[in-house]
């Protein structure tokens, strides 16, 4: 992990490529951490968002969900969806979810009876 120290500041940086969601090789450089292992976690952190590892866990995901829907929905819509019903659900869910892998359903097809393939 490229962590380095900078003297003058006596803070750390990180500084490291990656591989964006159009498969541009970008580079990104983050300063200030007070700590090496808060300059590590970071760096951990913002590659775990570009990884296309399927195994995530359900709290993970819900995170990910969270952050990216948070700002684009009103608070008051935001404190009904993320609210307190929501939060005994992660670990129940997380079980259920660790039995299998997630996977996006491709598309919904019809059967010939006119049925999802849910309900047959």
């Not at 869910?93 to 010939?112: D, N, S």
């Amino acid at each position: 992990m490229p962590i380095y120290k900078d003297e003058k500041t006596n803070t750390w940086y990180c500084k490291f490529y990656y591989v964006n969601w159009q498969g541009q090789k970008k580079q990104k450089l983050k300063r200030g951490f007070k700590l090496q292992r808060d300059a590590k976690d970071w760096e951990r952190k913002f590659l775990e968002q570009f990884s296309k590892n399927p195994d995530i866990t359900f709290e993970a995901l819900y995170q990910k969900y969270k952050a990216y829907i948070t700002p684009r929905i009103r608070e008051s819509s935001s404190s009904v969806r993320f609210g307190i019903s929501a939060i005994p659900m992660i670990p129940i869910a997380g079980l259920l979810f660790a039995m299998r892998p997630l996977t996006l359903p491709v598309c919904w097809r019809r059967g010939g009876n006119g049925k999802s393939p849910l309900n047959t």
